[in-house]
């Protein structure tokens, strides 16, 4: 049985986990298939913690959600529907669930056993953020010009026409997260070295959006926080030192797509930032997340990568994904040797 290594100093470690690493791009969308995918997943991550890197988890929950809302638009009739965040709270009990159960036993075969502990998680947002007034996110499924008119009238949704797609889809304001509120509580049990014991799964899919009331309340929002951003927030509110975003690409690239497409492996946050502004980075795939990483290392976080989760491995060894760091930080920093750039890594 492989021997778990003593924790370092500075390895705790967020990991944002989205596309391939929740729904493989081939599958059926069968909670078989959910298994399936999630137990590769686990694999990668139950090596991260045996490597002694303290983990702390989120994920997204677009595929989930949109099931969840047909469920509700279908049954309608007999079963009054729930409000989107309330439906953004069970999408975090239902994917907490899979990456616990498949996770567990990934982390007891690797020889570093711990209890996974998914939260049901609220992220407050302001209410006069101009993502309410200006709605941009798609959710859910498509429907023909009458549909939607008539869901404009009977539930006052906003919905926009997909050109490409041929079909209306309603879209949610998609306001920025201010503030994770069950946080301090979890940064007190890591601080207090329950992360030698625990994985912690935080902010699904953003977070359960809320907006403060007087005297304190928190009020549910139908709405959809970017799980990059909420991973960015959750990431520096735990102070990890190392944010990790997992997608179905090997990492960020100029000129995606195109014959000359080139994969960036270890690049400044100054540098980065200068390719995001010029537009090298798809507006609703990889913009958001060189954002959230931009972010992080910014505000304090020692480094940030963005990989896939093939890649996991190598990218916390500084040898595959696209690794951020702070040009105010001196020198790249590494968990091991310096090694050969791996698979799919380009050079910045």
Not at 115 to 129: A, G, H, I, K, N
Not at 159 to 167: H, M, N, T, W, Y
Not at 262 to 276: F, K, P, Q, T
Not at 301 to 328: F, M, Y
């Amino acid at each position: 049985m492989p021997r778990e290594r003593a924790p370092l100093g500075g390895r705790r470690l967020l990991v944002a986990l989205g596309g391939n690493a929740l729904q493989g791009a081939r599958g059926t969308g069968t909670w078989t298939d959910a298994v399936r995918q999630m137990r590769r997943t686990a694999r990668a991550l139950a090596r991260a913690v045996a490597d002694g890197h303290e983990l702390v988890l989120t994920h997204g929950n677009g595929p989930q959600v949109g099931n969840l809302l047909r469920e509700a638009e279908l049954g309608a009739a007999e079963v009054p529907p729930p409000p989107m965040f309330v439906l953004d709270a069970e999408s975090e009990g239902q994917v907490g669930y899979l990456i616990a159960s498949e996770l567990s036993a990934a982390l007891d075969r690797a020889g570093a056993p711990r209890s996974v502990l998914p939260l049901v998680c609220r992220t407050e947002v302001d209410p006069r953020d101009p993502a309410f007034r200006i709605p941009d996110k798609p959710v859910g499924r498509y429907y023909t010009r009458a549909d939607a008119d008539r869901l404009r009238r009977s539930r006052g949704w906003t919905l926009r026409e997909d050109a490409v797609r041929g079909g209306w889809r309603r879209v949610v304001p998609s306001p920025r997260p201010r503030r994770w509120l069950e946080a301090p509580a979890v940064r007190a049990a890591l601080d207090a070295g329950l992360g030698r014991r625990c994985v912690f799964v935080v902010t699904g899919g953003g977070g359960v959006p809320v907006v403060r009331e007087a005297r304190g309340r928190y009020r549910g929002v139908d709405a959809v926080i970017d799980k990059d951003r909420a991973a960015a927030l959750a990431a520096r509110a735990l102070g990890c030192g190392t944010l990790v975003i997992v997608t179905d690409v090997p990492g960020a690239a100029v000129a995606f797509g195109t014959p000359s497409a080139r994969w960036l492996g270890e690049v400044s946050a100054g540098e980065l930032d200068r390719r995001r502004r010029a537009g090298e980075f798809g507006a609703g795939t990889m913009a958001p997340k060189v954002e959230a990483v931009l972010d992080f290392v910014r505000h304090g976080g020692r480094r940030a990568i963005i990989t896939d989760i093939g890649s996991l491995g190598r990218a916390l060894e500084g040898r595959a994904g696209t690794r951020v760091r702070d040009e105010n930080r001196p020198g790249p920093y590494r968990t091991r040797r310096r090694a050969a750039p791996g698979r799919g890594e380009g050079r910045a």
